[in-house]
């Protein structure tokens, strides 16, 4: 979806654990060109004591956000404000099902591509959470 619109990425992650299974996925089945992340909720406290865990993201990066599930879009949002203080770029965002519109709206106000694979409208049922903006 994001290579059909011609948008160019160097690491894809998002908020653990919603986004892991995706990100290491897509960089996986990519050319060695493009690395994972995570991105915590807050520092373990040990170890490397890091918000943003595996590819080390920085002015330049071009990352793609993933995640599985948007409600009120929360995470995502958070993941955004963290890979944004590092200096990387957000190009796009990604999820698989989106269950409401904030996270839509959000993007579009930061002038970032946001692509839900799959929208409560697709499934029949109400937006949930904050709904409809």
């Known amino acids: 979806m994001i290579a059909d619109a011609g948008i160019g990425f160097d690491a894809v992650g998002g908020l653990t ?6 990100s290491h996925g897509v960089a996986a089945c990519l050319d060695d060109d493009h690395e994972w992340f995570v991105v915590r909720k807050k520092p373990k406290g040990r170890g490397t004591d890091q918000l943003v865990e595996g ?4 002015p330049g990066t071009r990352v793609l956000l993933v995640d599985d599930v948007v ?3 929360g995470s995502i949002r958070q ?3 963290h890979v944004v203080d590092t200096g990387a ?3 796009a965002a990604v999820t698989l099902v989106d269950r409401g ?10 002038e970032v591509v946001y692509r839900p694979v799959f929208t409560y409208r697709d499934l029949g049922i109400e937006p949930v959470g904050s709904g409809r903006v």
Do not use: C, I, K, M
Not at 17 to 22: N, T, V
Not at 55 to 58: C, I, K, N, R
């Open 17 to 22: 654990l919603g986004a892991d299974q995706f």
């Open 55 to 58: 590819a080390v993201l920085g």
């Open 71 to 73: 409600t009120t879009g």
């Open 79 to 81: 993941a955004y404000r």
């Open 89 to 91: 770029v957000v190009v």
């Open 101 to 110: 519109e904030v996270a839509a709206s959000f993007f579009a106000a930061e």
